[in-house]
């Protein structure tokens, strides 16, 4: 059985395992369920037709975004400057460990997220 990253995300836990889990209730467990997640890598896919409305980051580790569809404008806070990344059709970018990203659409698109959500902040755009 395929799995369809939109609707069920995969957990990549350190032990090597890996499990399912549905993504329409994820972001409401408990905490402490949360918890239990931010230790591994968290593969989520999502279809964006505006802008973030938050920037995020993630203190635990670096994030792999890869574009699918769609064209975006990547915005990395650099502390001194923030750097535009501007994905077409296709293409991936690591996000560093601690920096602050959020991303504004320049066509309707779909990205696929690898992350461990340990830590994970957020602040409005």
Not at 115 to 120: A, D, F, K, L, S
């Amino acid at each position: 059985m395929g799995i369809n990253p939109q609707h069920t995300y995969v957990h990549l836990a350190e032990d090597g395992n890996a499990r399912s889990v549905p993504g329409e209730s994820f972001w409401q467990l408990p905490p402490a369920e949360l918890d239990a997640f931010g230790k591994g890598w968290l593969l989520s896919e999502f279809a964006f037709t505006e802008d973030w409305p938050t920037w995020e980051m993630h203190p635990q580790g670096d994030e792999f975004v890869y574009l699918l569809s769609g064209a975006v404008e990547l915005l990395l806070d650099r502390g001194s400057e923030v750097e535009t990344i501007v994905l077409e059709g296709s293409g991936a970018v690591v996000v560093p460990r601690g920096v602050w990203h959020t991303a504004k659409l320049r066509l309707p698109s779909r990205m696929l997220h690898v992350t461990r959500g340990e830590g994970t902040e957020t602040r409005p755009v």
